[in-house]
């Protein structure tokens, strides 16, 4: 979250797209629904050099873009600034293509086919840190996640080194590991939204991770998504 976000709750939104009537079109919902879209760019180069500049919290990305691929400027800048929120906003819903999203750093995928509403509520609900896909794909990035897991990260799980999670903590990243939304979460626990974001913040910062997917293969590879 950029700071003046936190001042002001503006999210500021960039939005990547290499045809400029469907780019204009989603550049103008998102202002008309509130969010303040600081660029726009229609190719892959562009788009890292525009992103830099105008320092978004939410990236609007499409995967098919001149001159750079989406998932190469997605990793390049998630890269650059890990705070920084990517939700793809593709016409394919090609498996392939929704794991290598994520794999690049992306938190969130949504089809074209979305509705304005269902785009506006994404970004809203990206910015704050959930992650958001269209229905059916969630469940293919949590097997995917599985499956990251079955081969070992470097450093063993039980390495006594390891940093101590607090009960909370480790309460939290067991729901997460479970594909539960940080409102989910929330509700679960009886606690608010920000105080599960704080409760991510801090486990990334102690075990030196940098995104979701990082957090959720962690917590699968201990167990925790099993308790």
């Given at each position: 979250?950029?700071e ?9 939104v ?28 229609g ?73 304005t509403a ?17 229905p059916?794909l ?25 940093p101590?999670?607090t ?9 997460v ?18 105080t ?21 293969r962690?917590?699968?590879e ?6």
């Amino acid at each position: 979250m950029s700071e003046q976000q936190q001042q002001d709750g503006t999210v500021r939104v960039m939005v990547v797209d290499d045809h400029p009537m469907w780019r204009d079109a989603v550049a103008r919902d998102l202002a008309e629904a509130g969010f303040d879209v600081v660029a726009t760019a229609g190719d892959g180069e562009q788009a890292v050099r525009r992103a830099q500049a105008a320092a978004p919290d939410v990236l609007v990305l499409d995967l098919n873009l001149p001159l750079k691929p989406g998932v190469q400027v997605c990793k390049e800048l998630v890269a650059a600034n890990p705070a920084l929120r990517v939700l793809v906003l593709s016409a394919s819903g090609e498996h392939a293509d929704v794991l290598e999203a994520v794999k690049s750093g992306a938190t969130g995928y949504l089809l074209k086919s979305a509705s304005t509403a269902e785009l506006t509520d994404a970004v809203r609900r990206t910015a704050v840190g959930d992650t958001v896909f269209t229905p059916g794909l969630a469940g293919l990035v949590l097997g995917e996640y599985r499956r990251l897991a079955s081969d070992p990260a470097p450093g063993a799980p039980d390495d006594p080194k390891a940093p101590q999670l607090t009960d909370r903590e480790t309460e939290v990243l067991r729901l997460v590991a479970k594909g539960l939304s940080y409102k989910q979460i929330a509700e679960r626990l009886v606690i608010s939204h920000r105080t599960v974001q704080n409760h991510v913040q801090n486990t990334l910062g102690k075990l030196q991770l940098h995104n979701r997917v990082e957090l959720v293969r962690y917590a699968i590879e201990r167990g925790l998504d099993d308790e």
